[in-house]
């Protein structure tokens, strides 16, 4: 190695003494030895200052053990986070649930008009049609009924009370006897059978206001059986007679309610505006009429249909 101008030069292979390299300078000795000449041969100039910035000591850095632990375990479960966010599909916030309302235009499906109906024992104005609209008085307690049985079916109905409080309903398999004895007495009364309650939520009100006790009733499609076998579905009504609706979805007076009633091999369950609520089996025998219910209040019905079921 020799100066040559502003320049340093280096040639060779032997860089120490007997062919071995020179230890590694230390800081203080750098610019000594840069300056040494040990001329081997001749090579190309190598650009190098005069002198050089001084070289900070290499610092081996060092890490507690703990620290080594708590960040390793960080790292773990972050990763673990990170995969089972990837993997677990995300929960929405709510839920809503489905309403299925029935096709009732499928084939089978019939229309029941004022022609598919026979008095009972109400009274001559209590039930009237108007432009595809049963109308009825709710005076007296009576019933009219389908001139036609049906065993397995399946109905859909639109109820409307005109009033707060209203009482209603539709039978089901109601017996041609239960009926031929309500015509032969000519008073008011219902008929044996399994009845559809149709029940306007001021009826709540109006007990209590007599001092009455409320929980033997429900006032969003309570199904049971009136002289008739029937086991109900929970929950229930405390004396076990009642099947009080899993979900509260009537509306009140003044607006439409959608019943959907399926009736097969002694069991009736009820869909309350697209969702089944209530219901029961056991009923014997499992076939009658249809009818539906006066009982003191003013109420309206529409899109009356039914379809015979295997």
């Known amino acids: 190695?020799?100066?040559?101008?502003?320049?340093?030069?280096?040639?060779?292979?032997?860089?120490?003494?007997?062919?071995?390299?020179?230890?590694r300078p230390q800081p203080r000795d750098r610019d000594i030895m840069i300056r040494r000449s040990i001329t081997i041969g001749v090579q190309p100039a190598i650009p190098f200052p005069e002198r050089l910035p001084p070289i900070l000591p290499a610092h081996r850095h060092t890490m507690n053990p703990l620290t080594k632990i708590l960040l390793l375990g960080l790292f773990v479960a972050t990763s673990f986070a990170d995969l089972s966010a990837q993997q677990t599909p995300a929960v929405p916030q709510t839920v809503e649930a489905t309403r299925a309302f029935i096709d009732d235009e499928a084939p089978g499906w019939v229309?029941?008009?004022?022609a598919d109906f026979a008095a009972v024992n109400s009274d001559p104005d209590t039930w009237s049609w108007h432009e595809g609209v049963m109308h009825c008085t709710g005076l007296p307690v009576s019933v009219i009924a389908t001139k036609d049985q049906f065993e397995n079916f399946e109905a859909v109905i639109e109820w409307m009370h005109e009033?707060?409080?209203?009482?209603?309903?539709?039978?089901?398999?109601?017996?041609?006897?239960?009926?031929?004895?309500?015509?032969?007495?000519?008073?008011?009364?219902?008929?044996?059978?399994i009845e559809i309650q149709m029940l306007d939520h001021g009826y709540t009100d109006k007990i209590k206001a007599l001092g009455q006790s409320t929980e033997w009733f429900g006032t969003n499609g309570d199904v049971f059986g009136v002289r008739k076998p029937f086991?109900?579905?929970?929950?229930?009504?405390?004396?076990?007679n009642r099947s009080f609706p899993r979900k509260h979805l009537c509306n009140g007076h003044g607006e439409w309610n959608h019943y959907y009633v399926r009736a097969i091999n002694g069991e009736v369950r009820l869909w309350v505006n697209g969702e089944e609520v209530s219901g029961g089996n056991g009923v014997t025998p499992a076939s009658g009429h249809l009818c539906l219910e006066s009982e003191g209040s003013p109420i309206q019905f529409r899109k009356l249909r039914v379809r015979r079921l295997p």
Do not use: H, I
């Open 1 to 23: 190695m020799r100066k040559s101008g502003n320049y340093w030069q280096l040639n060779g292979c032997d860089m120490g003494p007997k062919g071995g390299r020179w230890p």
């Open 163 to 193: 009033k707060p409080a209203g009482n209603s309903g539709m039978f089901a398999w109601v017996s041609p006897e239960s009926l031929a004895k309500l015509r032969a007495e000519g008073q008011p009364g219902l008929p044996d059978g």
């Open 111 to 114: 229309s029941l008009t004022e």
């Open 231 to 240: 086991t109900p579905f929970p929950p229930t009504s405390p004396n076990g």
